[in-house]
């Protein structure tokens, strides 16, 4: 048999349901992946062992009396910043070291619910503010296909922990990019669904207006049914749209006919690399000769995005994290005299210095003298943002461009220089602050580096977005692979 | 002090330059004219979802007080937040 940690979940359902493998030789698989690579990919944070070989066990059951679900016995990862009932979930920060979540966030109950075995928590920058893991106040993750260059972030354990053979799907989170770059930087398939989509229930929330959660994967089909399982409505968000879960039709329809927008702004950005142009420009070579038909659109207010976004997000990163002040959980300096030393003695030696940085920065843009300059300003630029999307999509049925516009950097390059670590998304904070769904697919490499393809959908066309990542994976052949760590 | 993150020397200075840097380029925000552009808060349809006042099952005190750093008598404890008189 082929070594299961290299197949999808739809060659694993067919060994799982035939009984040719059971769920517990396949999770056997997976940790005996992690032992023999994590300690050089590091995309691990906790194991959970015990949940895995109890929900292994579970999935076996299943299948013998025939009540398997769509990931039943499959094993995944997540993100340490998704609440699991008793498992030590800390945002990659110190000041929720020790914090076990008294419940489960929705995504990975329906996860669970679906037949999901997890393997363990994976790696992540702190409090999901980063683009490489190297704000992880554990410790990096390492690229599989480079170990001595970043995974992309934040959801880089996420993403390696898929790339690497070590799970099969992961969830992550992406807030201007967390999902899709390192989706793109490893080489594997990585969506963030409509701002809605999925419930943020059980989320540890970075910037509540453009947080979702998301799945990764080593093909379109899998990140599919990933999404299509955690996806929908959900009282306990109120955000969370009833609309029907959709996502995954027409999932074989083909791009003939498509209108495919190409915003000149994406493919003229700085810092983009001559290979990885390439790359994208031989991608949609196949996406026309697919039948698909390529129309230029403008993105006009692209070089304010960053902008925007680096007012929006650490304004309300500033709000959400002030309830980090060691009475409730976490960590707690217990020898301040008074509350005020408590709260300052805590967050100085819980937070990092890019908590720090956004918490200074969103406290300063909403300060009064400086709301209306800051943060109306750039909440009106999110709407001039929003309706270049709208005028593009009046064009064109989906935007495909570039998803990072470098390939995976040397660990160390950009941590000194926190407006070249923020520039690494300037292709994601749209999607991000639009509300749109949007995914990264491996479209070949570049320096024996993995590039991803973006494709962004009008909101609510997640099946949009998926038909295009589907037919482009089909006509080019190319498809995620495990990397040979 | 706002935002009680205790920095500590050297810090204002290390934190100062790198926000100039980051606010010097948010600054071409200035640039753009929006007199006449509403602000958008949040992007989707959904608004003042409201649910039906019942009650329903939630953590109990014990669950609720399961990661304290310090509770007593059910409660969670901190220093005092008064002078003493």
């Keep these: 048999m082929t070594d299961p940690t290299k197949l999808g979940i739809g060659e694993l359902q067919i060994l799982l349901r035939s009984r040719e493998l059971s769920a517990k030789e396949l999770l056997a698989a997976h940790m005996t992946r992690i032992d023999e690579v994590d300690d050089r990919v590091k995309a691990f944070l906790r194991r959970t062992t015990e949940l895995a070989t109890d929900q292994a066990a579970a999935a076996d059951r299943a299948f013998e009396s025939g009540q398997a679900g769509p990931l039943t016995g499959i094993p995944v990862a997540v993100k340490d910043v998704l609440c699991v009932r008793g498992v030590e979930t800390t945002a990659g920060s110190q000041i929720l070291r020790g914090f076990r979540p008294p419940y489960t966030g929705t995504a990975v109950s329906r996860m669970f619910a679906a037949g999901a075995v997890m393997l363990g928590v994976t790696n992540c920058d702190e409090f999901a503010m980063g683009s490489s893991t190297e704000n992880s106040s554990y410790f990096p993750t390492h690229n599989p296909w480079s170990l001595d260059r970043v995974p992309g972030g934040s959801s880089g354990g996420s993403a390696a922990a898929v790339a690497a053979g070590e799970a099969v799907i992961a969830l992550g989170t992406d807030t201007g990019g967390s999902i899709r770059q390192p989706a793109a930087l490893c080489g594997v398939v990585g969506m963030k669904p409509t701002y809605g989509r999925v419930s943020r229930y059980g989320l540890i929330a970075f910037a509540s207006s453009l947080d979702q959660i998301g799945p990764f994967a080593r093909s379109v089909e899998d990140a599919a049914i990933l999404l299509r399982a955690i996806a929908g409505h959900d009282p306990l968000d109120a955000t969370c749209s009833d609309r029907p879960n959709d996502v995954q039709n027409d999932f074989d329809a083909g791009v003939s006919g498509m209108r495919l927008g190409v915003p000149r702004e994406y493919y003229e950005i700085e810092g983009m690399e001559p290979g990885v142009k390439a790359a994208v420009e031989k991608a949609l070579q196949a996406l026309q000769g697919a039948g698909a038909e390529l129309v230029d659109v403008n993105?006009?207010?692209?070089?304010?995005?960053?902008?925007?976004?680096?007012?929006?997000?650490?304004?309300?990163?500033?709000?959400?994290?002030?309830?980090?002040?060691?009475?409730?959980?976490?960590?707690?300096?217990?020898?301040?005299?008074?509350?005020?030393?408590?709260?300052?003695?805590?967050?100085?030696?819980?937070?990092?210095?890019?908590?720090?940085?956004r918490v200074m920065l969103g406290t300063y843009a909403l300060s009064s003298g400086y709301y209306d300059a800051y943060y109306v300003k750039a909440q009106k630029v999110r709407t001039l943002i929003k309706r270049d999307f709208d005028a593009a999509f009046a064009k064109c049925d989906a935007i495909v461009s570039a998803t990072s516009p470098t390939v995976a950097f040397p660990i160390g390059a950009k941590t000194q220089d926190p407006l070249a670590m923020y520039l690494c998304d300037v292709l994601t904070y749209g999607g991000n602050l639009a509300g749109l769904p949007g995914i990264s697919v491996p479209c070949g490499m570049s320096e024996s580096l993995p590039v991803g393809l973006q494709i962004l959908a009008p909101q609510w066309r997640e099946d949009v977005a998926l038909r295009i990542a589907r037919a482009y994976e089909v006509a080019s052949g190319v498809k995620a692979e495990v990397a040979p760590v | 002090m706002l935002a009680r993150l205790g920095l500590e020397p050297g810090d204002e200075e290390f934190y100062a330059q790198q926000l100039s840097g980051i606010l010097g380029h948010i600054d071409r925000l200035q640039e753009l004219d929006t007199d006449d552009i509403p602000p958008t808060a949040q992007v989707v349809e959904v608004a003042n979802t409201l649910r039906d006042d019942v009650p329903r099952p939630c953590l109990t005190q014990e669950e609720a007080l399961a990661n304290a750093p310090a509770a007593v008598d059910g409660f969670f404890r901190v220093p005092s937040i008064q002078e003493e008189a």
């Design chain 1, 299 to 357: 993105l006009p207010h692209t070089d304010y995005g960053l902008a925007a976004y680096y007012i929006i997000a650490p304004a309300e990163c500033s709000s959400n994290l002030a309830r980090f002040d060691g009475v409730r959980y976490g960590l707690s300096d217990q020898d301040a005299g008074n509350i005020t030393d408590a709260y300052m003695q805590t967050r100085r030696q819980g937070f990092g210095t890019e908590v720090r940085r």
